[in-house]
C-alpha cells in the first residue's frame, strides 16, 4: 500500500503522533510525564531500545530516538531502518494515519525516516481474493515547516517507481510477457519528457541480433528491444549514461531446463530491466540535466518449438560467434547485443543490471550487488558511493583478462559459459566482449527478490537498483554543473 505525506500546519484533531528526536530531552514536557519520561529514558539507556510507545487509547504517542553514534556517523541506513520499526508497530496495530513531529537538530534527516516508512509498507496482493492487507497506515501528516518540498516530492517519486518496479517482477509470467512488458512501461511513463521506441522482431533481425533470437526460438511471445531515452535541452553531458537491463520474462533454462525448485522465482529474472524503468522514471520525474537511454532486450526462455540448443552457434549483432554450452547462461546472449547495440551512442557510460548468475548470489548472498568494471575506474567509485548512501551496496569483483580464457570455444569466438569455478566474473567477461567504452556490470541476483521479508525489503521483488541509479546520476549532474 502507497502512503500518502501530506503536510499540515497546526492538527485540530488528537491522533497518533511520532515524535523522531535525537535525544528524549528534545520531545514535549507536556505530553509526557515524569515517569514516562523515566520509563523512555530506562529503556534507551545505552540506546538499546529506539522505539517507545504510550497507549492513548484509542491512539499512540510514540518517541523514534536515532542513537548519537547513528547522528554522529549520519548512518541513514540505520534512520530508515527505525522508520521502518515505527511502521511495523503501526500496522500490527492497524492504525491508518500518524502525524510526524521532528526533533532533530538535522531536520533533513527526516527524509531518510519517511524512506523506511514508504519503502516498507509495499505489499502485492493483485491475486489475493481477500485482499486483506498487513499493511494498514495509510497517512503520514508532516509539519508544513519540518520538511523541505523537493524531499517531500522525491519521497512521492521514490515510492511510485519503487511500487511500480517491485510490481514488475512479482507479476506473473502469463501477464508479463516481451510483448506486454514495454506496453506497461510505456504507460507508466506517461506524459513525461522520455521517448519510447519499442522495436519489433523484424527491426531485431535486421539488426541482426543473434543472441537476443537465438534465446526467444522457443517461444510463443516473439522478442522486443525497448529503447528509452531522456534528453533534457540543458544536460550537462553530450554523450549519454546508458542503462542496460535483463528482459528475461521467464526463464526455464531452455533445453538445460532447471529443477522445479529452482524454477519457481524465474519470474524475477527481468529484474534488471524492471529496474531500468523505473530508474528511467526516477531520473525524468525529477527532470535531472543528464542525457540517459535505457535499453531493455526482452523475452523468455523455453524449451518449445524450433529452441536453441547446446552446440549451437549464434551470431551476435557486432559480428561475434558464440558456441553455446549451456541454454541457461541465456542472459548474457540477449545483453550482449544490447551492449553491441550501445555502442551507436559512442556513451560516456554504460550500466548494465542483471540477475546474471546463481554464482553471485552463492558468494555474497542477498545483502549487496557484485559489480565489476572496464575503463571505469573512477566511475564505478562514485557508483559505489552512491550505493553505500541508498544501501544498496556494491563488491567489486577482479575483472582480470585470465578469466576470459575460460571462454574460449574451438568452434566459435567464444563459448557462453566458462569453467566450474568463478561463474559471475566469467559472465562479466563475455559482457565485456561486446563493449568498447566505459562499463561497470551489476549482477544483482542476490537482492533482486528475496525470499522472506528483510528490514524494509519486501519478500519478493525488492526493486534493487532504482535507487541505486538514480543517486548516482543525480550526484553525476550536480558534480558536472560545477
Not at 209 to 227: A, K
Request: aromatic content about 10%; proline content about 4%.
Amino acid at each position: 500500500m502507497e502512503i500518502k505525506i501530506e503536510l499540515f500546519r497546526r492538527r485540530t484533531v488528537k491522533g497518533n503522533t511520532v515524535y523522531l528526536t535525537d535525544s528524549i530531552e528534545n520531545v514535549p514536557e507536556d505530553i509526557f510525564s515524569h515517569a514516562e519520561m523515566a520509563y523512555a529514558r530506562s529503556l534507551n539507556k545505552k540506546d538499546k531500545v529506539k522505539v517507545v510507545h504510550f497507549n492513548r487509547l484509542p491512539y499512540y504517542d510514540i518517541i523514534a530516538i536515532i542513537p548519537e553514534k547513528v547522528r554522529t556517523d549520519l548512518d541513514v541506513e540505520q534512520i530508515r531502518r527505525l522508520g521502518n520499526d515505527v511502521l511495523g508497530f503501526l500496522n500490527k496495530n492497524k492504525q491508518k494515519e500518524v502525524s510526524l513531529e521532528v526533533r532533530l537538530s538535522d531536520q533533513s534527516l527526516a527524509q531518510n525516516f519517511l524512506e523506511g516508512m514508504i519503502l516498507g509498507n509495499y505489499e502485492y496482493l493483485k491475486y489475493k481474493t481477500d485482499h486483506k492487507s498487513q499493511k494498514h497506515l495509510e497517512t503520514v501528516l508532516v509539519r508544513h515547516s519540518l520538511i523541505e518540498f523537493v524531499h517531500l516530492f522525491e519521497l512521492q517519486r521514490i515510492q511510485k517507481a519503487m511500487t511500480f518496479t517491485r510490481d514488475l517482477v512479482n507479476e506473473i509470467p502469463s501477464e508479463l510477457t516481451s510483448i506486454t512488458f514495454p506496453k506497461r512501461v510505456k504507460e507508466f511513463l506517461g506524459e513525461l519528457p522520455v521517448k519510447v521506441e519499442v522495436l519489433s522482431k523484424q527491426k531485431i533481425v535486421a539488426l541482426k541480433m543473434g543472441g537476443l533470437l537465438g534465446v526467444n526460438r522457443g517461444s510463443v511471445d516473439e522478442p522486443t528491444f525497448t529503447i528509452i531515452e531522456y534528453k533534457p535541452k540543458k544536460a550537462v553531458n553530450k554523450k549519454p549514461y546508458v542503462l542496460v537491463g535483463k528482459g528475461v520474462m521467464y526463464d526455464t533454462g531452455g533445453l538445460n531446463l532447471k529443477p522445479g525448485a529452482s524454477m519457481a522465482d524465474m519470474k524475477c529474472d527481468m529484474s534488471g530491466a524492471a529496474a531500468v524503468a523505473g530508474a528511467m522514471y526516477m531520473i525524468a520525474a525529477s527532470q535531472l540535466p543528464v542525457y540517459v537511454v535505457g535499453l531493455v532486450p526482452a523475452t523468455d526462455n523455453r524449451p518449445g518449438g524450433n529452441a536453441y540448443a547446446p552446440g549451437d552457434v549464434l551470431t551476435m549483432m557486432n559480428g561475434k560467434t558464440v558456441e553455446v554450452q549451456n541454454t541457461d547462461a541465456e542472459g548474457r546472449l540477449i545483453l550482449a547485443d544490447a551492449l553491441a547495440y550501445a555502442q551507436k551512442y559512442d556513451p560516456m557510460l554504460v550500466i548494465d543490471m542483471a540477475t546474471l548468475t546463481g554464482a553471485a548470489h552463492a558468494a555474497i548472498g542477498h545483502y549487496a550487488v557484485v559489480g565489476m568494471e572496464s575503463g571505469a575506474s573512477g566511475m564505478f567509485e562514485r557508483l559505489h558511493d552512491a550505493g553505500e548512501e541508498v544501501f544498496e551496496r556494491i563488491v567489486e569483483f577482479p575483472f582480470w583478462d585470465e578469466y576470459a580464457d575460460q571462454l574460449k570455444s574451438n568452434v566459435a569466438d567464444m563459448a557462453n559459459i566458462g569453467g566450474k569455478y568463478a561463474g559471475a566474473i566469467t559472465a562479466g567477461k563475455f559482457l565485456e566482449k561486446f563493449t568498447d567504452y566505459p562499463y561497470i556490470h551489476l549482477d544483482i541476483a542476490g537482492p533482486a527478490f528475496m525470499e522472506a521479508a528483510w528490514n524494509y525489503w519486501p519478500k519478493g521483488g525488492t526493486g534493487v537498483g532504482v535507487r541505486l541509479c538514480y543517486q548516482f546520476l543525480k550526484a553525476e549532474s550536480e558534480r558536472q554543473a560545477k
